[in-house]
């Protein structure tokens, strides 16, 4: 009897360890995302072209991260329970995106945001295509990764392998079996893996999402890198779907949701432009000129910054 109260004990005390440990990351690692997200939108809008974020738009984009997290967390756990309670019938991989991404991504946009306008959505290839097609983006804000999901496809990211340990959304996007990349260092295999995987995908008729940025800016246009162009023409012959996200530039500071005007209400417009056909023989930088050139036509926003800007820096010539 001493034994096994000694072993209860035991397992007790691990236990209790455990969750404490749980505990403290889930606490610091939300803590962490939040701070860093708020951090990093800030730097977005600090170009003299854009409004600077207000105290209620820092408020907003912490709250955002924070629900975002936690309700990532909670469809992580959702996942997992389904998939023991259905004894492994279920598809962790598309409930995952499907479910929990999508239904996180609508909420926080529209509990924070406003409303998205989806343009161009004929635009899209059948969802049986084969090769699937490559998407590709422009990167300007924390808004961008949950206004995609308003295309209800399903995708695959490419995300830094240091996601992975965000309570919440590393959970869902392993989950999810999204490609996670070592972009800084030595990271010949990590990028080797990104191909493998992303052609792996595409050969299946699971589309990858690129944002060829490479970062999120939303002053001017930032030059595209080559990876998603790479992709598209090693699964040649395929397509490029060209996306624009163009970003209110009230997107934070207005008091959304506390709004009595509908007209009033910030609105994300999702533009979806036509496939651009890629074969083994196209030039990948005419092909990356053909979708930047599309994706920026549809951005007001980023047009209109870079027209102050030139317009202030010919004032002080």
Known sequence: ??????????????????????????????????????????????????????????????????????????????????????????????????????????????????????NGIDNLPPVDTKPAPTYICNHASQIDVAAVYFMNRRFKWIAKKSVIYLPGVGQIMALGEHVFIQRKGKNKKSVSNLFDKSDKAIQSGIPMFFFPQGTRWMADRLPFKDGAFIVAKNNAPSMMVPLSIDIPRNAWNSFYPFMFSESDVPVVTLTVHPPVPVTEETDKEELKKKCMDAIYTAMPTILQAESESKKAAKYKT
């Open 1 to 118: 009897a001493l034994h096994h109260n000694a072993k209860m004990t035991i397992i007790g005390a691990l236990s209790t360890l455990f969750l404490l440990l749980a505990g403290g990351w889930l606490v610091l690692g939300l803590t962490l995302a939040v701070v860093m997200s708020v951090v990093q939108e800030r730097k977005i809008w600090l170009p003299h072209t854009l409004p600077s974020l207000s105290l209620w738009g820092m408020l907003k984009v912490a709250v955002f991260n924070f629900v975002w997290c936690s309700f990532c967390f909670l469809g992580s756990i959702w996942v997992i329970l389904k998939h023991v309670l259905t004894l492994g019938l279920s598809r962790m991989d598309v409930d995952a995106h499907c479910t929990v991404e999508r239904f996180v991504a609508w909420c926080c946009l529209r509990m924070f945001i406003g409303r998205v306008q989806v």
